[in-house]
């Protein structure tokens, strides 16, 4: 009877959310060691920004007082706490963040018909990813935006329109990226309007509200931000990242091109690597942009705006990691194959991180292997891309065969 009881309670959603949030824990302690006691630091260099500009706020100031800070003054609100109690307080929110995302990955499953069994098993790809650990341990914000789009689509699903639109504006003002999932969401919520070109795009009822409730949202925190931090947080917040080169901590294929381009001005170079980056995005919005294939689109657009894009940093891979666990269930991919395209996906991650590190820390000029594996891990991310989307189809054809097969 009590081995019963214990099975039961290790597949509850709730078991795991406890014990993930106490491995982050003992992580954010550990964490608080090994920067006394190392000169590499465990604790992310932007959470020491989010902080610093949480005490400026604490003191009367504006968060953009802080150099380097470039985000929504919400992270700074939040981060208040760090300032008045604890510094590891902000570490907690985010790893908390992590469970609330896993709950509602849990709560998709369950609405798209999944057995509770099968949903909490999703879930723990979310719960137990140790990059999606360390991220948030290591205290990056991500957890704060990935966490709103999930809860986007899981309204999405719930034909829940105008809270939607809500917050896709939310999510898009906490970073712009979010943004590029408007076209599929909008697309998806009529599925009868597909006739001919002008019916698919038509404005209908609910995609006005959609429409109207997201640029409400968006239009409402902008403007506020704006009337306290100035053209600051317009600057910080939005024109920086349109307008950002990083050609140091970069995964991007673009890095070395606009390393070696820094003393000229090549012109049409900020369109020519814009062009395919957005051509894709808008593609996989408007081919996969239908209600049953929502999912499979804001996948695929976030994995292309990441992989196309001029800048890439760690955290950005939780942007797309986030929809792995709700897209695992309908893909026809093998235990092997599965194995294989996440080792392939690591070993070209660790291959671009030992160059990376040489030149971070030893100060060895390897710019051009640097360079060769950041277009091995490009190589490598459209690979798994294009796998994905094949397994994806296989497993709708399998289940079309199975249901004429019992009819």
């Not at 993930?20 to 302690?29: G, H, Q, S, T, W």
């Not at 998709?108 to 991220?135: D, E, F, M």
Request: aromatic share 16%; with cysteine.
């Amino acid at each position: 009877m009590m081995l019963r009881c214990m099975a039961s309670i290790s597949q509850s959603i709730w078991f795991h959310q406890l014990l993930a949030l106490l491995m982050r824990a003992v992580l954010i302690v550990y964490g608080e060691y090994h920067d006394q006691h190392n000169s590499v630091h465990y604790t992310d260099v932007d959470y020491h920004v989010l902080t610093d500009a949480a005490r400026y706020v604490c003191n009367g100031g504006s968060p953009y007082e802080r150099h380097t800070y470039r985000y929504t003054p919400l992270l700074a609100w939040l981060m208040i706490p760090n300032v008045l109690y604890n510094m590891a307080i902000g570490k907690i929110i985010f790893c908390a963040l992590d469970c609330v995302a896993a709950a509602i990955i849990y709560k998709t499953h369950l609405i798209h018909g999944q057995t509770k069994h099968s949903a909490v098993k999703c879930s723990l790809l979310w719960l137990y990813n140790p990059i999606v650990i360390g991220i948030s341990t290591r205290g990056s914000a991500e957890s704060v935006v990935v966490t709103v789009v999930l809860l986007v689509y899981y309204l999405c699903q719930q034909n829940k329109v105008i809270l939607t639109g809500i917050f896709l504006g939310v999510a898009i003002h906490l970073k712009i990226y979010p943004i590029i999932y408007s076209l599929p969401i909008y697309l998806s919520l009529e599925e009868e309007c597909g006739k001919n070109w002008w019916e698919r795009f038509y404005p209908t009822t609910a995609r006005l509200k959609l429409a109207l409730a997201a640029v409400f949202s968006f239009v409402a925190l902008t403007w506020t931000c704006y009337i306290l931090y100035g053209f600051d947080y317009i600057q910080e917040s939005y024109l920086y990242h349109v307008t950002r080169v990083d050609t140091r901590h970069n995964f991007s294929i673009y890095f070395y091109l606009l390393y070696l381009s820094t003393d000229y001005s090549i012109s049409g170079l900020g369109v020519a690597m814009l062009a395919p980056q957005a051509a894709l995005v808008l593609a996989y919005g408007v081919v996969y942009g239908r209600r049953q294939h929502l999912l499979l689109a804001m996948f695929a657009q976030t994995v292309v705006f990441v992989t196309f894009n001029k800048v890439i940093t760690s955290q950005y891979f939780v942007w797309y990691l986030v929809f792995v666990p709700l897209l695992c269930c309908r893909l026809s991919l093998s235990w092997c194959k599965s194995i294989l395209l996440v080792v392939l996906w690591v070993l070209a991650q660790a291959a671009w991180l030992l160059p990376a590190y040489l030149f971070e820390f030893r100060g060895i000029n390897v710019f051009v292997p640097i360079w060769l594996e950041s277009v091995a891990f490009f190589c490598c991310n459209v690979g798994v891309l294009m796998s994905t989307i094949s397994s994806y189809w296989a497993f709708l054809a399998a289940q079309r065969t199975h249901k004429e097969k019992t009819n």
